[in-house]
């Protein structure tokens, strides 16, 4: 069972920087084709793609987070980020690592795996 572990959320100022990392566990196949990505949710609201990462490595973003946010992938150790600078108070979300084995899938944020979460809080 494909399990995705967040951490590196927390409480930062408006301005300030926060990096999320997700460490998955349990491929069912090649860690190699499955693709990545993160989105985030706020309670009763709908969840919303932040950014993702295909098995080719081509990234995606929500447009609200372009130039802000990067997402990369380490492959060796097997773990993905999330580098968001410039962070805003709207930006304050729970934030969810995924995946899912088709790029087309993580390229429209839907995933089959997903995390248990991680808050991030920016004040103004």
């Known amino acids: 069972q494909v399990q995705l572990v967040e951490s590196g959320g927390g409480s930062v100022q408006a301005g300030g920087s926060l990096r999320l990392s997700c460490a998955p566990s349990?491929?069912?196949?090649?860690?190699?084709?499955?693709?990545m990505g993160w989105f985030r949710q706020a309670p009763g609201k709908e969840t919303q793609g932040v950014a993702s990462?295909?098995?080719?490595?081509?990234?995606d973003y929500a447009e609200s987070v372009k130039g802000r946010f990067t997402i990369s992938r380490d492959s060796d150790n097997d773990i993905l980020y999330l580098q968001m600078n410039s962070l805003k108070p709207e930006d304050s979300d729970t934030y969810y690592c995924?995946?899912?084995?088709?790029?087309?899938?993580?390229?429209?944020?839907?995933?089959?795996?997903r995390g248990q979460g991680t808050q991030v809080t920016v004040s103004s």
């Open positions: 995924a995946a899912d084995l088709l790029d087309s899938y993580c390229r429209q944020y839907e995933f089959a795996y």
């Open positions: 349990g491929w069912v196949y090649d860690k190699s084709k499955y693709c």
């Open positions: 990462i295909g098995s080719d490595g081509l990234t």
